[in-house]
């Protein structure tokens, strides 16, 4: 699933898979609407892992964001993606990987003309295992209280990524812990995040 055959699920705007298409050919300055996912992990003690993209990523290279993001291939259930993605980029197993917001959806340009297009639903998870990440996805990444790193973002006191800033803004009105964070059904999920018998 990794590298230049890498594919996405395209979706319409009622989030039914329509299609897919190389990952590598459809970030440009016309994105169209495709399936993607955010992952907040935190360890015991509540902090959040917080993490700065590879410079050599096509979209918002350097940036700051949430744990890790990603794309679940055509077929591939979005929960399974999401821990195929935090083995991949950070070297971690996943816990109680529950989903928070089901149907987040954003666009945003970067300078350059790059668009991003994404119908992308939220996760919540922990882990106790130490970060490994790949250095050609996950240039940096620490650990914060979450508390800390929500203020930050809503203050405007930390630069992020446009998806995480809208998230966060979305998760304020959930309880300060993050243990306390309840799973939404993924019954909920656009229909193209739940493939036929997932």
């Known amino acids: 699933m990794n590298g230049a055959g890498e594919q996405v699920v395209l979706v319409d705007e009622k989030g039914g898979a329509v ?6 050919e459809v970030h440009h300055d016309a994105t169209p609407l495709h399936l993607a996912f955010s992952c907040y992990v935190f360890d015991a003690s509540g902090a959040l892992l917080v993490t700065r993209r590879a410079e050599s990523k096509l979209t918002w290279p350097g940036v700051w964001t949430n744990s890790v993001c990603g794309h679940p291939g055509p077929g591939e259930a979005i929960e399974q993606a999401v821990h195929r993605r ?4 950070l070297g971690i197993s996943l816990s109680g990987l529950r989903l ?11 300078v350059s003309g790059m668009v991003e297009n994404e119908l992308c639903p ?11 990440a790949s250095a050609s996805e996950v240039a940096e990444a620490y650990w914060v209280p979450w ?3 929500r203020s930050d973002v809503l203050a405007g006191r930390r630069s992020v990524s446009p998806w995480c800033v809208e998230q ?3 998760l304020a009105q959930w309880p300060d812990d993050p243990a306390q964070w309840g799973a939404v059904d993924r019954r909920s999920l656009p229909q193209a995040a739940r493939p036929v018998g997932g």
């Open 168 to 170: 966060v803004r979305e």
């Open 100 to 110: 928070i917001l089901p149907a987040f959806r954003y666009r945003a340009q970067m």
């Open 86 to 89: 935090a083995r991949d980029e």
């Open 19 to 24: 299609g897919a298409a190389l990952k590598s």
């Open 122 to 132: 939220v996760f919540a998870a922990g882990t106790t295992d130490e970060v490994a």
């Open 147 to 149: 508390a800390q790193f």
